[in-house]
């Protein structure tokens, strides 16, 4: 029998987004079936198999959230889960995407898109994902959230660029590594929040709230990764650890340990760093030389603080009918904080 | 000096289109400029690469030319280039993903976007590529011209796949050669015709006309593709000859000379197709069986009567201001079925 005082906040939160999170998954087979139908089976299976991965469908539900928080309440007419879907599938369209230029051959936990069927399949998979959501996101959001949406997608291929700029800095500063994270994650989870505060009649200062809550739970995510990175559990994350740093990839902990080390330590981590050879087998060192200088404690502390700030901007929705989804939105911020994998 | 008798119809229709084409060319670089300002220069500059390097244009004209058919006058507060360029975007986008995805190393005589940038570069830039352009057909065309658009890349997408199916299969008949040409090339030519007769305020039939103009328009330029590619000179198409037949892929001719061929020569034909040993040295041997068996001129003949059934679909425009556009159009299509490269 389940005991009451066993129940965490993560399993409280999971109950409070089911429903939304059923009829997200409802929305997404149901609109995959209408506009694959008579399209080749190979589409379908590669879309199926691409989509339906286990993800957690973030995106999406945070738009159904924004736009019941700005008072979207249905009427029938207007389905706000399709309007949301258009989130998932552009997230899918990038990871589809990312495989392939990665080439990864993992996502998850089982063999990626382009480990499965190959580079075509990965390449035109994403695109028809990312052409329908660009549709529905006009046809269903109108002009105003199609601009809003492409201004982040162009922000995110251009914090693409930047990433493959400073991949050969090793100098790189918290500044630019915020504005890289800014462009590649944190915009797009903006703009779900913001063309779901749209999509519920927000007024101005409401849709900047939901914006800024999106960029700063864009960025902790993003930090958690980079964190998850040196000390997740492979078991539970699906991906090996220390892939960032024998990619070379300057993330958060390293740059906030470069930044406060001796000179001699600094230049032992450059070293590693630039050096094919010599990263095979240093990841300890790295990971003993970062925690020596609270790279890693100071990379949290630095996700609490953003998540901290941009909770307390949701507090003008003081609404009582507000109470639930406010709720929800701050216990997704603690989960995107606490999460393991 | 010049002699009059010396000008050709190709002559002609390039002075005809010459100022068009001018607008064309400026509005891309206007908004070029304009979305990627404060972008990585990277970016910037592997879109200008990819962008201008010579193409003949013909889809944001054809787009031009159907909205004026269809009435549409310039009043300064509609800009139909910007609403045109979005379909040399989307083709730009297809070109750097289909070299990704071939590993074409070259593109009209210099090197490709991927190889010369890399694979992240064309991926990436595809995609703002094609972001941007689903941005412009949703602002200037709303939400219709969205949908046709939409439909088009979803069934080009579609036509890949039906493609990689084809791939396997050497008793392709021609009723799959031309569902597959549709998807991949016709579709998104007639979108173009039909988004720009939207533009110009068409009737049903008008636009239907315009729609019908674009798939035979881009069904016959397919059919002179595969064409060139065994017929073509490789420097003026800028391309090796007896790509499609190295690459094992079924084009009309000879799809045709499969058709009408004795058990004995179909069997052979069938033989060099499915061995890659057997295909290295193959070529002017399946070159003289596709002749044997009037495979180029029989496609040649299809392509023909394709243009004229659908030139002869426009005699509804009939009004005498039609008649500039018209002969133009006409002249596109003659163009078409004459090109060399």
Known sequence: MADAAMTTPKDELM????????????????????????SDPLLSEVLEYGIFNGGKRLRPLLLVLAARLCGFRSDGKRDIYKLAIAFEYLHGATLFHDDVID???????????????GVVAAILGGDFLHS???????????IDALKIFCQATNAMVDGEFLQLRNAQNYNLSE?????????KTALLIAATCEIGALAGGATTIQQHALAEYGIGLGTAFQIIDDLLDYQGE???TGKAVGNDFQEGKMTLPLILALSSASAEDKARLLFLLENESARQDGFSEVYGLIEKYDGFSSSR???????AKVVAGL???????????LSVLNALAQYVLARKK
């Open 301 to 307: 502390k630095r996700a609490e603080s953003i998540v």
């Open 132 to 142: 329908r959501s660009m549709f529905l996101v006009g046809a269903l959001g109108g």
């Open 15 to 38: 109950v409070a987004i089911a429903p939304d999170v059923a009829k997200i998954e409802q929305s997404m087979r149901e609109d995959l079936q209408e506009v694959t139908t008579g």
């Open 234 to 236: 492979t078991v539970q």
């Open 315 to 325: 507090r003008l929705f003081s609404g009582e009918e507000c109470r639930p989804v």
């Open 103 to 117: 080439r990864a051959d993992m996502r998850r936990g089982k063999p990626s898109v382009n480990k499965k069927f």
């Open 175 to 183: 500044d630019d590594y915020f504005a890289a994270v800014k462009g």
